[in-house]
């Protein structure tokens, strides 16, 4: 499962985050940043989100806490892109607070190489 396919995009400088498909795709060859933060809604489930690169899995975050009702994670890195790279988030398990509403990406290049 993949994100909600109508997201609210609140800066999108340049337009490459692709608000139909939920995919920022990269501009240019670079060192980029990016960070997610997700809510699960229901005790006693696990969620677990990837940040993808292309096809890949980079990072995760998890939260499972199964006596609490809404918990968070977050996650965040720093990755070496090449232009045209794909970064997205993906949903491997469990349900999210409001959908995607209550959750947020954001991603910037750093350094251009």
């Known amino acids: ?3 909600d396919s ?3 995009v609140l800066v999108n400088v340049g337009n490459h985050f692709d608000s139909k498909r939920s995919v920022f795709k990269a501009p240019r ?3 980029y940043s990016f960070c997610f933060h997700v809510v699960k809604v229901y005790n006693r489930q696990t ?3 990837n940040l993808m690169q292309n096809e890949y899995p980079v990072i995760s975050a998890f939260a499972g806490d199964q006596d609490v009702t809404r918990e ?3 996650n965040g ?3 070496h892109l090449e232009r045209e790279d794909r970064v997205y988030l993906k949903l491997e398990r469990g349900t999210l607070m409001g959908g995607w509403k209550y959750s ?3 991603g910037f290049l750093v350094f251009p190489l």
Request: hydrophobic share 50%.
């Open 6 to 8: 109508n997201p609210r």
């Open 47 to 49: 969620i677990q989100v």
């Open 104 to 106: 947020t990406f954001s």
């Open 77 to 79: 890195v720093l990755l």
């Open 72 to 74: 968070a994670a977050s």
């Open 1 to 3: 499962r993949e994100w």
């Open 29 to 31: 060859r670079g060192i």
